[in-house]
């Protein structure tokens, strides 16, 4: 079991798992094994592993999407799943594949439509970071500039904790990381909190406060970020190393090695893909709830 340091012992954590272990309602192959964290408010977490790691799953979970098992996970001190909070934004799959950002439709209305009059200010703040001009109409416009729409729509009402699972993959690099400044500041402001599933590292240094890195449903690390880099310098100055990799590009790259290693070929696996039994709900994820366009 591995434990997050908690940055602020005195607070409690923002996000807490104890021991949750998962296993999808359509096959007997858990989906998360024993995972243990503590998220204190304010923190911005990278979530990484190789595919199919688990971080969906743990994401989902968190958000309340998906039904754990009792007193295995709190949000601000809930239960996700059976309190309905309303300060968690989970941004995933579904939310991105939600038609609505494809149909012939101005963004004024759009962003009226999730609220936008409500918080003004906000809505203003967020069409100027993701550089959005509200003359586009949504069935003419880029995959970029139609993810930088939906980032305004998803992150418009203020939320307590974001769960982001890697939908920055359609954002130019300048757009990125204005979009990456913002949460920062969102979590220094207001003390709300992000756990960011993502591949891409670039402009990503100097962001995460935490790491989690999980590997076959576990969580193998979690920690300080600063700790991790420190460490990972002393193998760097090891080694003659001219990739031009940062420093948490070789950091990450070397836990994946390692859990390549450790897994070995997919199909020498004993977890290997599972086997299901009836589809269930959607996607075969059983007691799930719609979701919901935020
Ligand atoms: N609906 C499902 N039913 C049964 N098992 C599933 C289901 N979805 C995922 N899994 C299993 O859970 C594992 C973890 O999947 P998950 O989507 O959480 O991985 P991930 O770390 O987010 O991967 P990626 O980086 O590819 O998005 C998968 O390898 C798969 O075996």
Do not use: C
Not at 110 to 118: R, Y
Not at 119 to 139: A, F, G, S
């Amino acid at each position: 079991m591995a434990m997050l340091n908690n940055a602020h012992p005195s607070t409690p954590p923002a996000i807490h798992v104890a021991n949750l272990t998962y296993t999808f309602s359509n096959t007997s192959q858990p989906g998360l094994t024993d995972v243990s964290l503590s998220l204190p408010p304010g923190s911005r977490t990278l979530l990484v592993g190789a595919n199919g790691a688990g971080k969906t799953t743990l994401l989902r979970l968190l958000s309340g999407k998906r039904l754990a098992p009792r007193n295995t996970i709190s949000v601000n001190g809930l239960d996700p799943f059976t309190s309905n909070l309303t300060g968690i934004t989970y941004l995933g799959v579904e939310w991105v594949l939600n038609p609505i950002v494809r149909t012939d439709i101005d963004v004024p209305s759009l962003l009226k439509s999730v609220g936008g009059d409500a918080y003004p200010e906000r809505r203003d703040e967020l069409v100027k970071i993701l550089d959005i001009d509200l003359r586009w109409r949504m069935h003419a416009v880029s995959d970029g500039e139609r993810r930088r729409v939906q980032l305004a729509m998803g992150l418009l009402r203020p939320w307590e904790v974001l769960l982001l699972d890697e939908i920055t993959v359609d954002l130019d690099l300048l757009s990125r990381k204005n979009f990456l400044d913002w949460l920062k500041s969102e979590t220094e402001r207001r003390k709300a909190t992000v756990v960011y599933a993502t591949h891409i590292l670039d402009n990503l240094v100097g962001w995460p406060s935490y790491v989690v890195h999980m590997h076959l449903g576990t969580v193998k690390e979690a920690g300080e970020m600063s700790t991790y880099l420190e460490e990972a310098k002393k193998v760097k100055d090891q080694v003659d190393d001219e990739s031009g990799n940062s420093l948490l590009s070789e950091l990450v790259l070397r836990w994946l090695r390692e859990d390549l290693e450790a897994r070995g070929p997919r199909e020498k696996m004993k977890r290997g893909p599972p086997e299901m039994t009836a589809p269930e709900g959607i996607g075969g994820y059983g007691l799930e709830k719609r979701p919901e366009w935020k």
